[in-house]
């Protein structure tokens, strides 16, 4: 089964960090270019950050650069957004999503993705 797979959100403090894993499985992710997504209640999903398949390039939401990094272990078929310094706007459900088609990041808010998976929740709240 070709699927994405997010994990490792939940709950944590203001000013704390979490790494969120987006596996893939039936599929490799090298040479896809991966966006990462949220989406907080009340309000429409947006774009967060993105690497590319071709030269692993990134791009960052303005709001979340110097907090978030982004990165791909080919390995274990993995691509990880580490949240740093988070704060309770941060709040969200996050979600990955996978094109083969698009080779660079350059507006991957609205790329046609092949995969998408299921969100995991992150709660930043004292």
């Known amino acids: 089964q070709l699927q994405l797979v997010e994990s490792g959100g939940g709950l944590v403090q203001p000013g704390g960090s979490l790494r969120l894993s987006c596996a893939a499985s039936g599929f490799s992710l090298d040479y896809n270019t991966i966006g990462w997504f949220r989406r907080a209640p009340g309000k429409e999903r947006e774009g967060v950050s993105c690497i590319s398949g071709r030269d692993g390039s990134t791009v960052f939401k303005d709001s979340v650069k110097g907090r978030f990094t982004i990165s791909r272990d080919s390995a274990k078929n993995t691509v990880y957004l580490q949240l740093n310094s988070l704060k309770p706007e941060d709040t969200a459900v996050y979600y990955c999503?996978?094109?083969?088609?698009?080779?660079?990041?350059?507006?991957?808010?609205?790329?046609?993705?092949?995969?998408w998976g299921q969100g995991t929740q992150v709660t930043v709240s004292s």
């Open positions: 999503a996978a094109s083969h088609g698009y080779y660079y990041c350059s507006g991957y808010e609205f790329f046609e993705y092949d995969y």
